[in-house]
């Protein structure tokens, strides 16, 4: 990434000022993750697609799990877990939506927003070996680390706030006490497991900033400057910065 592309918008001032705030974030997930003899695994928890899509842009999305594309919520991800994904992966459930995408009558009525798995047994096979590789995971006491991308503007992102149902709805004002439940039950199956809950907002002037809340989990809030996809930042700065923040993980 050439300077001169993140100052098209943004004084040099404002770019030194997001950069630096991403090395200090950068510094703090180096010493949040440690020092291990086997690499960690890096599992997405959702809520949409930016966890898994960046954790690929850093190079350390190494394997697909159920959770990388679709929308969810803490509450549908805690209740794949207590059901062994036996109702994600009931097919009576399963919504026609378009040729490319289904929905799910429990969950959310454009879950499957990438994938076909009611029609496509291809898409189907992909889910259900998904599935199985995350139940391992949890159940092992491999070094896992396990990253959860908050939805706190639903306006800007009406795909994934317009699906949820009367099952499983909407939720709102979520913080990093939101997923207290979620991840308490998967440190109780797996002790050495490592959590990073991201709250982010768009189009804001705020600094991001990180904090360790526990032990176990570290919280970070950033504010980008420009939109996003909701799978990826749009502004070249607000990229380069999310990722130089990520590569904290990769040392």
Excluded at 34 to 50: D, M, W
Excluded at 152 to 162: D, H, L
Aim: proline share 4%; hydrophobic share 30%.
């Amino acid at each position: 990434m050439k300077r001169n592309d993140m100052t098209e918008s943004y004084s040099s001032q404002k770019v030194n000022e997001v950069i630096n705030v991403s090395n200090s974030i950068r510094s703090t997930l180096s010493k949040f993750v440690g020092t291990s003899n086997k690499p960690n695994t890096f599992v997405s928890l959702g809520q949409n697609c930016s966890s898994a899509w960046y954790l690929k842009q850093v190079g350390l999305k190494t394997a697909s799990y159920p959770f990388d594309w679709i929308f969810s919520s803490t509450e549908i991800v805690y209740d794949c877990i207590q059901t062994r994904f036996s109702r994600f992966l009931d097919r009576t459930y399963y919504i026609q939506k378009t040729e490319k995408s289904a929905g799910h009558y429990l969950y959310h009525s454009s879950l499957f927003n990438h994938r076909n798995p009611l029609s496509n047994d291809k898409d189907y096979n992909y889910y259900e070996r998904t599935c199985k590789r995350f139940l391992e995971i949890i159940d092992s006491q491999e070094e896992v680390i396990y990253v959860l991308t908050l939805v706190n503007e639903p306006t800007k992102r009406p795909g994934w706030a317009n699906g949820f149902t009367n099952h499983f709805p909407m939720p709102e004002n979520q913080s990093v006490q939101s997923a207290d439940k979620l991840i308490s039950e998967l440190s109780d199956k797996n002790p050495k497991a490592k959590f990073i809950v991201i709250d982010h907002y768009t189009t804001s002037n705020k600094r991001s900033h990180c904090e360790l809340t526990k032990k176990n989990m570290c919280f970070i809030e950033f504010n980008a400057l420009g939109r996003s996809t909701g799978v990826n930042y749009v502004s070249p700065l607000d990229d380069f910065s999310f990722k130089l923040m990520l590569s904290g993980l990769t040392l």
